[in-house]
């Protein structure tokens, strides 16, 4: 790959709006909205299960009320949010009867967020799923039947039929089925692995099956996954247990072995892993990010694990400052998830003669047809809400070829996906906070997706977090791809036989 003229660069400096293929710019622009798609609020109680039924104790499993929430997601640079509470049919009543007002109630109370109205499905046979559902006059009705019917969990009497794979694929007929589609998104997918390929309650089959079964709904995965403040003391200092040793791990992912990377879930982290192979396949199936907040780590009443929303991850969606455009960019990958503010807003353009496209987007190639990639990102002057002012180090380009579905539904491997370019400072320029760059993509006859991350490190790969890190030094952001299509799929590869190499630290 080789660098081209920063004056190839230009169309990545213009409005993101008009970098998308084949449309006009809107008489309001898009611009980048950060938001976060995974918050939680007093209404994802605790249970007394001492009494038949179960009693609720608000407040004791996410602590904050929903308008507090909203605050402080304004007060940290978010346009929209989602909350999504803990369900399950007993608790569907409770969401609401008493949610929802409080919801509404927020919405007034904060009117410069956009406040999305969904919940943390317990999928049936699954891990949690963040489900958002679209705007509308019925959204209390459409969340309270989707949740009364289908969540695995919360069920008195209890009822095993629930966590089925049949009661899974059920709910998402129903899901695809209504006149306004709503969004599913995995949550924190390889929280219960045992190791790097060795996932738990998110298997590579399930997240195949429910995409293909819904997909214009079930449309991603968290890849940045909250719970990101779990070594934390309530000063800031690593976490310590009673015996003075190092606790707490990023993302709450605390089995040995398989630990977020970079605080990314391996998923997402690994190059030509699951999310790889997802978009080798041609999958439209996008990756963000969340706080997952609970409880704030520096929480007086107890000890929390989590940042406020937008305190430090951030989902960004290229979409005007409404709740059906913001939907529509999550639905179709106007998206890009960052860590600590390392970055504020990115264009990643891919162009082969008048064809072009952004992010999420798709543009047309012929086989062997150069493709110039102009990438162009604000890097923020001032300091994080860690203190820290850190910047981006390097960005690596990443381009996978198109191989067509999966033979085996447990791929998690994409051999033909690779960093083709580890591009730093001297590669880029910079004037006042916005820099640019531009390359083209070695010279291929098949069909392709590109995509870019970053990083503060000069780790060449995300080194598997340890307890007590302190996320504030290792920061990544990670951009949905643009696919390239030349109408030719390529061959399928050689299974990988070698292990992900997990590198060492290279930062405090």
């Known amino acids: 790959m080789r660098l081209l003229p920063l004056a190839l660069v230009s169309s990545a400096l213009l409005s993101p709006a008009l970098l998308i293929v084949g449309t006009t710019a809107p008489a309001a622009p898009r611009r980048w909205l950060a938001g976060d798609a995974h918050v939680h609020s007093q209404w994802s109680p605790g249970y007394d299960r001492a009494t038949s039924p179960p009693t609720y104790l608000r407040g004791a499993d996410a602590l904050y009320p929903t308008p507090k929430n909203a605050a402080m997601a304004r007060a940290h640079g978010l346009s929209w949010m989602v909350t999504t509470d803990h369900g399950g049919p007993t608790h569907s009543r409770l969401n609401r009867d008493e949610a929802y007002p409080e919801l509404l109630q927020s919405r007034t109370a904060v009117p410069d967020l956009l406040q999305f109205y969904g919940m943390e499905l317990n999928m049936p046979a699954m891990d949690h799923h963040t489900l958002i559902v679209p705007r509308a006059a019925d959204e209390r009705d459409v969340l309270y039947e989707i949740e009364s019917r289908f969540d695995a969990a919360d069920a008195w009497p209890a009822d095993p039929s629930r966590g089925t794979a049949a009661a899974r694929q059920a709910a998402l007929a129903f899901l695809a089925s209504l006149p306004r589609l709503p969004l599913v998104f995995a949550n924190h997918p390889s929280r ?108 007086t009443t107890r000890q929390g694990s989590d940042f406020w929303p937008g305190e430090f991850h951030k989902t960004y969606v290229l979409a005007r400052k409404d709740y059906a455009d913001v939907l529509e960019g999550l639905r179709e990958g106007r998206v890009f998830t960052v860590a600590g503010d390392l970055i504020s807003e990115l264009s990643v353009t891919a162009r082969a003669g008048r064809s072009m496209a952004g992010i999420g987007g798709t543009m047309k190639a012929k086989p062997g047809q150069a493709v110039e990639v102009a990438i162009a990102f604000r890097d923020p002057a001032g300091p994080n809400f860690g203190g820290r002012t850190p910047s981006v180090a390097r960005i690596d380009v990443i ?76 920061l990544w952001f990670y951009a949905n791809p643009v696919f390239i299509d030349r109408g030719v799929i390529a061959p399928p590869a050689a299974s990988a036989t070698t292990a992900f190499r997990v590198p060492a630290h290279t930062h405090p």
């Open 399 to 474: 381009v996978g070829d198109m191989t067509g579905p999966a033979a085996d539904p447990t791929a998690d491997r994409a051999p033909r996906t690779r960093v083709v370019a580890r591009l730093t400072a001297k590669d880029w320029k910079c004037k006042g906070e916005t820099c640019s760059l531009a390359t083209r993509l070695p010279a291929s006859p098949y069909s392709q997706y590109v995509r870019v991350r970053g990083t503060s490190t000069t780790d060449d790969e995300p080194a598997m977090d340890t307890a007590g890190e302190n996320p504030w030094d290792d």
């Open 192 to 299: 219960s692995a045992t190791g790097l390929r060795q996932y738990g309650l998110d298997e590579p089959a399930e997240l195949r099956d429910n995409n293909t079964r819904a997909p214009q709904v079930y449309r991603g995965l968290e890849g940045g996954p909250g719970h990101q403040a779990s070594g934390l003391a309530r000063d800031g200092s690593p976490r310590r247990d009673a015996s003075g040793a190092l606790t707490g791990f990023r993302g709450g992912y605390s089995r040995p072995g398989a630990h977020t990377l970079g605080g990314f879930d391996q998923m997402t982290a690994i190059v030509g892993g699951l999310w790889d192979t997802m978009l080798a396949e041609g999958r439209r199936f996008w990756v963000v990010a969340a706080s997952d907040s609970h409880v704030h780590f520096d929480e």
